[in-house]
C-alpha cells in the first residue's frame, strides 16, 4: 500500500503515525488532507538509519553524533535539506530544512526495510486533536480517511519525539521537548556558550492550541468539581491517574490514553493533577498547557 502511495497508520515508540512515500506529491497531499492538516506545517521523515538519512539532508559533525547516540529513538533533527533529496516539496512546506527521525519500534522499523523508501508521518490524528497511542484511536479520528492501521499494540514512550535543530555557528535549539531531555542533547554537544534553547514556535506545529480533546482543560487541579473528569498523578487519586506511584515515564505513556477517556466520558470537562517538570515531566506539561490553551 505505502509503495502504490496509500496512507498507513503505523506504530513507533512514541506515538502512531500516518505514513505515506515521502517521495511522491500525491502521497503526502493525501496525509495533509486526511488529517486536515494545515499546508505551512511540515512533517517528519522516517529513515532506516543514518546512511539513508544523509541522503536526504546534510549532516555536520553534531547530527552524526547525535544520530549515533539516540538512533533509532525518539530524536528528530532539524537539518538542512541535500541538494535533489528525493522528498516532495510538500514535505518541509517550502522549508530550506527537513526534520528526520530513525524510529526504533521494530514493526515500523520492518515498514520501512520492507518499503524501502523514506516514509513521511506526521501523529496519526486529526489536526490540533490528541496524538493516537493504540489503533483504537487511530480508527475513532481517521479510520474512515486511510487504508489500513498496522496494529502494534500500544505505544511505549505515549509521547512525541524531542525536536532539535542544529543551527549555524554550533547553536542548537529544542523545538519541541520529548522522551529524549535536552540534558542529554547537552551531554553529547556540550554545554556551549552560544547554544540557544528555546521553546518559541517555530516548528509551525507548535501552535497554541494543540492536542485539545474537545472540552475545557483545567489544569494543576488537586480536586475537581462534581462535572469534572479529574486524570491524577501521584497523591492525587481522581477518576484515572496517570501514575499512582508518581512515575514519570508511566505518566507519558498513559497521557494521551488519559485525554481520549477524557474526552469520551460523560463529565463535560476535564482537571488534571499537578505534574512535575523534571525530566520528561517537563514534555508532558508542555503536551498539557496545549492541550488546556
Ligand atoms: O514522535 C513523533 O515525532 C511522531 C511519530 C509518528 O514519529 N510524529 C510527529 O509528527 O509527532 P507531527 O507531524 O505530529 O509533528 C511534527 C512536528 C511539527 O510540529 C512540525 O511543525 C515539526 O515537526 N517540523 C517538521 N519539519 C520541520 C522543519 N523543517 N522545521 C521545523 N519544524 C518542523
Ligand atoms: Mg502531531
Redesign the pocket.
Known amino acids: 500500500m505505502l509503495r502504490e502511495g496509500g496512507l498507513v497508520a503505523v506504530p513507533?515508540e512514541?506515538?502512531?503515525?500516518l505514513a505515506a512515500r515521502a517521495d511522491r506529491d500525491e502521497a503526502v497531499a493525501a496525509i495533509y488532507r486526511a488529517k486536515g492538516r494545515p499546508s505551512f506545517?511540515?512533517?517528519?521523515v522516517?529513515v532506516a538509519d543514518l546512511a539513508s538519512a544523509r541522503r536526504l539532508a546534510v549532516f555536520d559533525e553534531r547530527a552524526v553524533l547525535l544520530a549515533r547516540r539516540f538512533w533509532p529513538g525518539?530524536l528528530?533533527m532539524?537539518l538542512p535539506v541535500q541538494e535533489g533529496a528525493p522528498i516532495a516539496a510538500a514535505v518541509?512546506a517550502g522549508?530550506p530544512?527537513?526534520?528526520l527521525?530513525c524510529?526504533a519500534h521494530p514493526v515500523m522499523r520492518s515498514v520501512i526495510a520492507e518499503a524501502r523508501l523514506p516514509l513521511a508521518?506526521?501523529?496519526a490524528n486529526r489536526s490540533g486533536g490528541v496524538?493516537p497511542t493504540t489503533p483504537a484511536h487511530v480508527v475513532e479520528s481517521l479510520g474512515d480517511r486511510i487504508d489500513a492501521v498496522l496494529d502494534g499494540g500500544a505505544c511505549e514512550a505515549g509521547l512525541?519525539?524531542t525536536?532539535i535543530?542544529l543551527r549555524e555557528g554550533g547553536r542548537w535549539q529544542v523545538?519541541?521537548p520529548g522522551p529524549i531531555p535536552e540534558s542529554a542533547i547537552s551531554a553529547v554537544l556540550g554545554s556551549r556558550s552560544d547554544a540557544v534553547t528555546s521553546h518559541a514556535i517555530?516548528?509551525?506545529?507548535?501552535l497554541a492550541s494543540h492536542y485539545a480533546p474537545g472540552k475545557p482543560v483545567r489544569l494543576d487541579a488537586r480536586t475537581a468539581e462534581a462535572d469534572e473528569f479529574h486524570i491524577g498523578f501521584a497523591d492525587v487519586a481522581g477518576h484515572v491517574t496517570l501514575s499512582a506511584s508518581g512515575d514519570l515515564s508511566e505518566a507519558a505513556s498513559r497521557l494521551y490514553a488519559l485525554l481520549h477517556e477524557g474526552a469520551a466520558s460523560p463529565q463535560p470537562r476535564i482537571a488534571v493533577a499537578p505534574v512535575p517538570e523534571d525530566g520528561i515531566g517537563k514534555a508532558i506539561n508542555d503536551r498539557l498547557r496545549r492541550a488546556a490553551a
Request: charged letters at 10%.
Open positions: 513507533t512514541t506515538v502512531y503515525g506545517n511540515p512533517l517528519i522516517h525518539a528528530t532539524v518541509t522549508l530544512t527537513v526534520a527521525r524510529p508521518a506526521p501523529s496524538s512525541e519525539s525536536i535543530a523545538l519541541r517555530e516548528a509551525p506545529g507548535q
